[in-house]
């Protein structure tokens, strides 16, 4: 082997191990975020840290914990964390999701290193309030270990001997533990503002329900987002308006909302038919949410070798039922950019080229909607930017059921 070459295959060595670092520290986003097959893989750790190391102890092996909700948030993976340790660890505590087994706790999905193998302890609210409330993170998650290992020494040595006063300066307590918080510089002009109240943009609070799929249910209690809604619709259709909204609530920032608000004559419409605004606004995100299932199904359903010849499929995004301060029933959906096309209309006609494989692939996922509801369904008024679709319809052979129309009108 020449100099030259070892040196050339040298160099792409190099070229490689930095590109596949680069990879594995690049940061994730929430779209990258998915959970296969339903389930997490999870290794429950004791609630406190332990031996020199500092470390969380390993309870029992790694456990297959059901994951059912449709969006991976925080929230759904403690709720599932919880429910699948709860016969072992009671009720009361809550779940903290670290990033591994010297900590620290996760504050979002992206600071878990593998979404498919967490990390879990369970610890009583008090202990959650201290990590909340302190600024610096990783100390206060050990701070939390010391401190209860600090009682139990203390507990077990107050029977053998009486404690000796401390005497030592720099260990004397005055008083609390000092702040973390860092006060933010403020201009002479910011100051100046202060001495007067800022005219409050325009917002709209919402509060949100989910449907549950796996339930068949609807949430009871809802989450309050207070959204900032744009003033010139981004779209408009034959029964509602759409409008741009965003938000600061931890929950949905992360991304850019639709509010759909129905036109005055599309509710006297549909109050004329004896449906109810909110039955139908709910009833609009169950056919989402369907459509939603048929467009997953279908996917999941091909074969290594079909889904290559098939290509990128169609797929919805979330949807939620909302209702606002003013009684006004919406729905919020996630912004989809690009340009508008409809490929299948709500007769369950062609609306481009035959000749199109995008208009080809909304006539299967439409025909794959009949089959998979053995001829009782039809997905219908496929339309969206691209491979993302929205506001679909559901045609059904039969019109009511048990006297109350199917879907909406």
């Not at 990033?99 to 609210?125: D, L, W, Y």
């Not at 325009?202 to 987002?225: C, H, L, N, R």
């Not at 995100?285 to 010849?309: C, G, Y």
């Amino acid at each position: 082997m020449t100099t030259h070459k070892m040196a050339t295959d040298w160099k792409k060595l190099q070229e490689q191990v930095k590109a596949k670092r680069a990879k594995k520290g690049a940061k994730r986003s929430r779209e990258e975020i998915k959970i296969e097959n339903g389930e997490i893989v999870v290794q429950r750790l004791s609630a406190e840290v332990t031996g020199k190391a500092q470390k969380f102890s390993r309870i029992g092996p790694r456990e297959f914990v059901s994951f059912e909700y449709n969006e991976v948030t925080m929230e759904n993976l403690k709720r599932a964390c919880k429910r699948h340790f709860e016969a072992k660890i009671g009720r009361g505590l809550v779940c903290d999701i670290l990033a591994g087994e010297q900590g620290p706790s996760c504050k979002t999905v992206e600071q878990i290193p593998n979404i498919k193998m967490i990390h879990v302890r369970f610890i009583s609210r008090k202990d959650v309030d201290i990590i909340e409330s302190d600024g610096d993170y990783c100390a206060s998650l050990m701070s939390i270990g010391e401190t209860h290992s600090k009682k139990r020494l203390t507990s077990s040595s107050s029977a053998l001997a009486t404690p000796k006063p401390i005497e030592h300066k720099s260990m004397v307590q005055t008083g609390s533990s000092p702040s973390k918080f860092y006060p933010r510089s403020l201009s002479v002009t910011d100051m100046i503002k202060l001495g007067k109240i800022k005219k409050q943009e325009g917002t709209t609070v919402v509060d949100i329900y989910e449907f549950s799929m796996d339930g068949q249910t609807w949430s009871q209690v809802p989450t309050t987002v207070e959204y900032l809604v744009e003033k010139v619709a981004v779209g408009e259709g034959g029964f509602r308006k759409a409008y741009r909204a965003t938000t600061k609530h931890p929950r949905f920032k992360h991304k850019t909302w639709v509010l759909k608000r129905y036109h005055p004559e599309a509710v006297k419409n549909i109050v004329d038919t004896g449906v109810g605004i909110d039955k139908h606004t709910k009833k609009a995100v169950q056919m989402h949410l369907l459509a939603r299932n048929f467009a997953s199904q279908l996917t999941k359903s091909l074969a290594p070798e079909a889904a290559i010849k098939f290509g990128e499929t169609f797929r919805y995004r979330n949807v939620y039922y909302g209702k606002t301060k003013e009684g006004e029933s919406v729905t919020i959906e996630e912004f989809i950019d690009g340009k508008f096309r409809k490929y299948l209309n709500n007769t369950g006609l062609l609306c481009g080229d035959k000749a199109d494989p995008l208009c080809q692939k909304a006539e299967s996922l439409a025909h794959f909607s009949h089959e998979k509801s053995k001829g009782k369904i039809l997905l219908v008024d496929i339309q969206g930017g691209g491979f993302e679709l929205y506001d679909p319809e559901i045609a059904s052979s039969e019109l009511f059921d048990d006297n109350e129309m199917l879907f909406c009108v």
